[in-house]
C-alpha cells in the first residue's frame, strides 16, 4: 500500500528552528509537495521537490532524498504565525497525491 | 499567482436538502479540479477527481449520487451535496490544476457544511 508518515504535533519556540520529516511509500514518484494550513483554513502551497536535494524558499526549506524515500520541511526563524499543520504530500505514478496526516506545529513564546 | 476561490464558505442546513458548492479558478484555466473532505485534525480526503467536460472520477467509498460533480467549464466546478444529513457536515474544499499532471494544485479557501 501507500504511506505517508510525519509526526502528529511537534513544539517550538518562537525564533528557534524546526525540522518536520516526512518518509514515504508509494507507488511510483513524481514529486514531492508540502502545503501548510492553519486552523479552519485551506491548504497553501509550500514547496515542490522533484530531484534530491535542498530547495530554499526564504525562512523555509525543503529537502529530498528519493532514495531513502525521505523529505523535510525546515523552519528557521520561527514566528507565532508559523503555528499551523504542514502537510506532506507525494504524487505517486498516477500523478495522484498522496496525503500524509500532518503536522500541528505549535510555536511557544 | 494562482487563485482558486469557494462559495459559499460557511451553509448550514436541514436534514434533506441539498447543497450546491461552487469551485473557480479565477486567473488561470483549470483542466482538472478536486474535491476533498477534511474532518477536524484529519488529513485530506479525496472524493473526487473532475476534468472538463467529463464526468467525475470517484474514490472509493465516495457515493457519486450522493456528491454530484459538474465541470462545465475550464474555470468552474460544482459539487452538490443531495440530501444532506448530519454526517455529510465536514470542511470541503476543492483545489485546481492547470494543464499539466504535475503541475501544483492550488486550494479554494474551503467550505463548512453543518447539517442539523
Known amino acids: 500500500g501507500q504511506n505517508i508518515d510525519q509526526p502528529t504535533e511537534m513544539t517550538a519556540t518562537e525564533g528557534a528552528i524546526v525540522q518536520i520529516n516526512c518518509t514515504y511509500q508509494t507507488s511510483g514518484f513524481n514529486g514531492l509537495f508540502w502545503y501548510q494550513q492553519h486552523a479552519g483554513e485551506a491548504p497553501t502551497f509550500l514547496s515542490y521537490n522533484v530531484l534530491d536535494g535542498l530547495e530554499e524558499k526564504g525562512r523555509f526549506s525543503s529537502f529530498l532524498s528519493r532514495s531513502k524515500g525521505y523529505s523535510y520541511l525546515l523552519l528557521k526563524e520561527l514566528q507565532m504565525k508559523d503555528s499551523a499543520s504542514y502537510l506532506c504530500a507525494v504524487m505517486d505514478s498516477n500523478y495522484q497525491l498522496i496525503w500524509g496526516a500532518g503536522t500541528k506545529l505549535i510555536i511557544k513564546p | 499567482g494562482a487563485v482558486v476561490s469557494q462559495h459559499p464558505s460557511w451553509v448550514i442546513c436541514k436534514s434533506g436538502t441539498s447543497v450546491k458548492i461552487e469551485c473557480r479558478s479565477l486567473?488561470?484555466?483549470?483542466?482538472?479540479m478536486f474535491w476533498y473532505r477534511q474532518f477536524p485534525k484529519k488529513s485530506l480526503m479525496l472524493m473526487a477527481t473532475s476534468n472538463e467536460g467529463s464526468k467525475a472520477t470517484y474514490e472509493q467509498g465516495v457515493e457519486k449520487d450522493k456528491f454530484l460533480i459538474n465541470h462545465a467549464s475550464l474555470t468552474l466546478s460544482t459539487l452538490t451535496v443531495t440530501s444532506a444529513h448530519p454526517e455529510d457536515s465536514s470542511f470541503y474544499i476543492c483545489?485546481?490544476?492547470?494543464?499539466?499532471?504535475?503541475?501544483?494544485?492550488?486550494f479554494g479557501p474551503g467550505t463548512r457544511l453543518l447539517v442539523l
Open positions: 486567473d488561470f484555466q483549470a483542466t482538472t
Open positions: 483545489s485546481a490544476r492547470r494543464g499539466q499532471v504535475s503541475e501544483t494544485q492550488y
